[in-house]
């Protein structure tokens, strides 16, 4: 199969969606991997890296769309991409289907794409492999940001989260105690924040009680819960999912009104639509704005900031992946394998995702009965 891994060109994303051990894994089995030139130096790869294992490299973004079967990316195709898409193409990467612009779904139906969704490709325990890598780094991030963010200079009320002796700590609510949740309340409580997780999932809510050993407070998700928790919080963490879908709005804007002026919210769940209503995606050059006082972060693709960590991070799982595609070819590789089958979003003209089919207005087709369909 001949591969192609592009140059990322959203704002600031330095992650790339191949590295060379990855490049060398297909070569080795007779594949050709084409990687546009630079793809990798946001991440420390020069092209001469990649070319020692058998990568060609390739002048332009055009061509490595036009001549690849498989492209290989880490975010969602933006505008510029959309009529570099090929008919029937393969493309292995985030799609954020549900959250982003709809024209992305159109483009892929018009072009009759393969969508293999890193986020939706989900093992029969209902973990999400390749999504973890990033909600881990997202999770750890969030505080970071966060901190940041509650400082005067940024706009925030002047707060330290861990405090000193003598003056209160400060208080974060995480709503989601998924991998982002718990990712994020980790760093909260070694900065010495008072910490409150919520989740729906009450097995989720023991184990996280087990593993912080009563050093945060889990609660039961629901509107009171959440109202009160984010109405006494200087910072409040948005890592909710409902795989492949929209995620539900939970904090609306009255609420976020109550909070004192200089509190901070990060939403990290901005990739698929945000869960704090008055949330909208920013990037990283311009990540914050403010409503009713609160500073709000909602950069969209956080990993492409530490690309040395995330770039490796991601691709450790994601390579598996990819060369099983390369070596079965699409439809086989999809027949073989559950969770790959489930990060089909899109194929032949199809929405092939239940979640996105039912938030973006589209038909939804089994991917198994796609496969049977013209
Ligand atoms: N902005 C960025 O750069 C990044 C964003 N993300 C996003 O972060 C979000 C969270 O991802 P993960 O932690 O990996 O998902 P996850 O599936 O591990 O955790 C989500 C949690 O939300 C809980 N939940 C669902 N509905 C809820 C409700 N009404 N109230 C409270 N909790 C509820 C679930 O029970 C689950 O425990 C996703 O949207 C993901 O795409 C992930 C990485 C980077
Ligand atoms: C998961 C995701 O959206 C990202 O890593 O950018
Ligand atoms: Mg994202």
Redesign the pocket.
Known sequence: MIVGVPKEIKTREYRVGMVPAGVRALTSAGHTVLVETNAGVGSGIPDSEYQRVGAQIVASADEVWKRAEMVVKVKEPIAPEYERIQPGQIIYTYF?LAGVDPELTKTLIKKKAAAVAY?TLQLDDGS?PL??P??EV??KMAIQVGAACLEKAHGGKGILLGGVPGVRRGRVTV???????LCAAKVAVGMGAEVTI????LE?LTYLDDVFLGRVSVLA?DTESIAKSVRESDLVVG?????GGK??K?VSEALISEMSPGSVVVD?????GGCIETCKPTTHDNPTFTVHGVVHYC?????GAVPQTSTYALTNTTRPYSRKIADMGLIEAVKSDRALARAMNTYNGHVTYEAVAKDMGYDYLPIMDAFGRK
């Open positions: 954020h986020e999400l999504l973890k990033m909600s997202a999770g709503i989601g105690g998924g991998v982002v949740g919520l989740d729906v999932n989720r998700s890592a909710v999912l409902i795989p995620a539900p939970l990290v769940a901005v990739d698929q950069v969209a693709n956080m990993p």
